[in-house]
């Protein structure tokens, strides 16, 4: 799993709050906002050590 707070896990911790924040302004609902969130950043932890971290430019 992730460890320390540089890193993968660094940036889950750091942008969770903002894609949450996100989703409820855009849908309203908290608790859906929250299991989505959390759903992603599990997909995150297990996929990103092994595989890297997406290039967030080649995504726009």
Same mark, same amino acid.
């Given at each position: 799993? !992730?460890?320390?707070? *540089?890193?993968?896990?660094? !940036?889950?911790? $750091?942008? =969770?709050? #903002? +894609?949450? %924040?996100? !989703? +409820? $302004?855009?849908? %309203?609902?908290? &608790?859906?906002?929250? *299991?989505?969130? #959390?759903? =992603?950043? !599990? &997909?995150? =932890? $297990? #996929?990103?050590? *092994? #595989?890297? +971290?997406? *290039? ?5």
């Amino acid at each position: 799993m !992730l460890r320390g707070t *540089d890193g993968t896990e660094g !940036l889950l911790r $750091r942008h =969770a709050p #903002q +894609v949450l %924040g996100a !989703l +409820v $302004r855009r849908y %309203g609902h908290f &608790a859906t906002a929250e *299991d989505a969130v #959390q759903e =992603a950043l !599990l &997909a995150a =932890a $297990r #996929q990103w050590p *092994d #595989q890297g +971290v997406p *290039d967030i430019r080649a995504a726009g």
